[in-house]
C-alpha cells in the first residue's frame, strides 16, 4: 500500500506568517510522529500521537507550534508568525503501534523555508 | 546534547566494506535500528536488532551489539555508490525512539 505521505514537499513563506504542514499515515498505523531536521542535524523529536491523543506536547520548541490528529488518520503541524529558524525538514513518521517493536515508517518530509 | 552519538562522516572505496559505529546511552534499550536518509528523501529503514541478540545479518548488511558497552555497529560488504546517504542509528524506550546526529557515507568509485 501506499506510505506515509506529506505535503506540501517544499514550502516558502515570510517571517510572521503562519503555515501548516500535513501528514498522511499509512493506513492502519495507530502512532503518528513528527520530528524536525535542520542542516546537518540529527532528528529533533517533536510529539507524538496514539490515535487522536499527544500525551506529551514538551517536545514542541515553543508555543508557536501545534499539532493534531483527526480520525486517527490525518495529522497537521501549525506553526504561527514563523521565524529564520524554523526553517528545517519537518519529517512525519508512522508506525503501527506505540513501542520498539514497531518500526517508524517516514515520508519524505517538508522542506520549509522563511525568508 | 545527543543520547545517541555518531561519527558525523565516513569514506570508502566502492568494493571495500563500511563500518558505520554508533554508541548510547540508556541500557533499558529494546530495539536498536539503522536507518538511511538518501538526498530529498525521509528516512527508510533499514534493519534492527532487539536487545537481547548480539549479531544479525541481512544480506550485504550485519550489525553487531555490544550490550555491556553501549555499542551498535553497521557494516555493510561490497559498498557500492547507491550506497552513499546518511545513515542513523536509533534507539527505542518506551514509546520514545531517540536517533543519532547520522553519518554521512560517501562512496567513492
Known amino acids: 500500500g501506499a506510505g506515509v505521505s506529506q505535503s506540501p514537499s517544499n514550502k516558502v513563506t515570510e517571517k510572521g506568517k503562519d503555515v501548516e504542514l500535513r501528514c498522511d499515515p499509512i493506513?492502519?498505523?495507530?502512532?503518528l510522529y513528527w520530528y524536525r531536521q535542520s542542516l546537518g542535524q540529527g532528528l529533533e523529536f517533536l510529539i507524538y500521537f496514539q490515535g487522536n491523543s499527544a500525551p506529551d506536547k514538551s517536545g514542541l520548541p515553543s508555543d508557536r507550534f501545534s499539532a493534531e490528529r483527526t480520525g486517527g488518520s490525518v495529522s497537521t503541524l501549525t506553526i504561527q508568525r514563523t521565524q529564520q529558524e524554523d526553517s528545517a525538514v519537518y519529517l512525519c513518521?508512522?508506525?503501527?503501534?506505540?513501542?520498539?517493536?514497531?518500526?517508524?515508517?517516514f515520508g519524505n518530509g517538508t522542506r520549509l523555508t522563511v525568508t | 546534547g545527543e543520547d545517541v552519538e555518531q561519527s558525523l562522516f565516513l569514506s570508502v572505496r566502492e568494493g571495500d566494506s563500511s563500518v558505520i559505529n554508533c554508541t548510547y546511552t540508556?541500557?533499558?534499550?529494546?530495539?536498536l535500528y539503522w536507518y538511511k536518509q538518501e538526498p530529498g528523501a525521509g528516512l527508510q529503514l533499514l534493519t534492527y536488532i532487539f536487545s537481547n541478540m548480539d549479531m544479525k545479518q541481512d544480506q550485504r548488511l550485519t550489525v553487531l551489539l555490544n550490550k555491556k558497552d553501549k555499542h551498535l555497529s553497521l557494516r555493510i560488504a561490497d559498498t557500492q555508490t547507491g550506497d552513499s546517504a546518511i545513515y542513523f542509528c536509533?534507539?527505542?524506550?518506551?514509546?520514545?525512539?531517540?536517533f543519532g546526529a547520522g553519518t554521512r557515507l560517501t562512496v567513492k568509485p
Open positions: 536509533a534507539e527505542s524506550i518506551g514509546n520514545d525512539m531517540r
Open positions: 540508556d541500557s533499558s534499550s529494546t530495539y
Open positions: 513518521a508512522s508506525s503501527l503501534a506505540l513501542g520498539g517493536n514497531s518500526p517508524l515508517h
Open positions: 493506513s492502519g498505523h495507530t502512532a
